[in-house]
């Protein structure tokens, strides 16, 4: 297929009135599909229904005998420790196991440092007259709505294939302590779905910064998400700024919201001894205890580090063919035409896909009006602007597999049609 700017005018003329047709006929069908968000779509929760009956009247005590419908245990059961430290690649005592959220204990964190520092006599970050946190983009919205709430600034960074521009970040840690700290999903990063390279990895641990009490907020939310194969090796980030003389620099977050139960999942927060030790202190003021029901629910349910390996090939068999469809459907109606490249993941819950310079805002809309949601243009960058206005996030994991392929039609036919248009003007 010629690229479309290479077409000549009449025949790129009537392409578009062809284009027309198909998006007037989607228009007349009222359709009204959601791709907007990473969610686990009713199958994958299926697969964990019997975590519902695991703990019953008779059955509801910990290993050491700990009643676990009691107040207590602050930082999570012996055993769900265990069971993730070992996800995480750390020390049992280098584990805090949290509510159902992540998200929470990442916005908690901040919230601590806003108040209090970092634990090392370095002042409050909300004492500053500036703090600004570096952010891989395209990246994870929620993070950037973190900054925004608390009236953080947020730099962008580009993100290269094996993680973020590394030389950018270096340069930048170098000489401004303002920059305080950086956003990392490592393994199949939303939405670009790239894996940090073990180089990455090290230069984010040994890199000199400015700012003393710079931070990693390391969000490994995708490690166990492949769709096929074992997940891949990674340095561990922990390990690495040990090494490097920097033990306190990563701060760790993780949870089974989309391996379990996204509203009744477990969230995982790990670093050094002395970050736990520091959360362990606060937490002291915050809460009696989690719920260690569902941290018992999950350790019998999985058992082991394999335990959660085996259950993520059950998810991969239900997710893989939507993200097969994605990938043959833009392949179908796009590839060669010059005016669209989109990632092919190996795992995680997102594609990331770039049109023409200027057009994406305009694609979404198109597709809205066609009864197709897609995630806001702009929104996989901080504040939801994307300089470029060209990335779409495509999430297909919670549609039905004949919804995900209609969606995806109607963005590769949206996609030509503002293309062509631009290229006429």
């Not at 490249?341 to 023409?356: A, E, I, K």
């Amino acid at each position: 297929m010629s690229e479309l700017n290479a077409m000549p005018r009449e025949e790129l003329t009537a392409l578009h009135a062809q284009l027309r047709a198909r998006y007037d006929r989607f228009r007349q069908a009222g359709m009204s599909l959601d791709l907007t968000r990473g969610k686990p779509c009713p199958a994958q929760l299926d697969l964990s229904n019997p975590m519902l009956t695991i703990v019953s009247d008779e059955s509801f005590r910990a290993s050491d005998g700990t009643d676990c419908r009691n107040y207590g245990g602050l930082d999570g059961l012996p055993e769900a420790k265990s069971l993730f430290a070992a996800y995480m690649g750390v020390d049992p005592t280098e584990v805090i196991i949290g509510g159902n959220a992540s998200l929470t204990l990442m916005y908690d964190i901040f919230m601590r440092i806003m108040l209090m520092g970092v634990g090392d006599g370095q002042p409050p970050w909300s004492q500053l007259p500036r703090v600004r946190i570096l952010c891989p983009s395209p990246g994870y919205d929620r993070h950037f709505a973190i900054c925004a709430n608390l009236g953080i600034e947020m730099l962008p960074v580009e993100m290269t294939g094996a993680g973020p521009d590394m030389d950018a970040i270096e340069d930048l840690v170098a000489g401004d302590e303002t920059i305080k700290g950086i956003w990392c999903v490592p393994i199949y990063s939303n939405p670009t779905g790239e894996i940090y390279s073990d180089d990455t990895v090290n230069r984010l641990a040994r890199m000199t910064t400015q700012a003393k009490d710079f931070r990693i907020f390391w969000d490994n939310a995708y490690a166990v998400h492949r769709f096929a194969g074992e997940p891949p090796e990674q340095k561990n980030v922990l390990t690495a700024c040990k090494e490097a003389g920097h033990p306190e620099r990563p701060l760790m977050f993780a949870s089974t919201s989309k391996i379990t139960f996204a509203s009744g999942g477990l969230a995982v927060l790990a670093g050094s001894a002395r970050n736990m030790d520091w959360v362990r202190q606060q937490l002291f003021y915050q809460t009696i205890g989690p719920d260690k029901l569902n941290q018992l629910r999950h350790v019998r349910f999985f058992g082991d580090l394999a335990g959660i390996r085996r259950h993520m090939q059950k998810h991969a068999a239900i997710v893989q063919p939507r993200f097969e469809a994605v990938e043959s459907i833009l392949s179908r109606e796009l590839a060669g035409k010059g005016v669209a490249d989109w990632t092919r993941p190996q795992g995680g819950y997102f594609v990331s896909f770039n049109g023409p310079d200027g057009c994406a805002r305009e694609v979404v809309g198109m597709a809205q009006e066609a009864g197709v949601k897609l995630t806001p243009a702009g929104a996989t960058f901080p504040l939801g602007v994307d300089p470029r206005d060209r990335n779409i996030r495509i999430a297909p994991t919670f549609a039905a597999l004949e919804d995900v392929e209609a969606a995806v039609e109607v963005l590769a036919v949206c996609t030509q049609i503002v293309s062509i248009e631009k290229i006429l003007l």
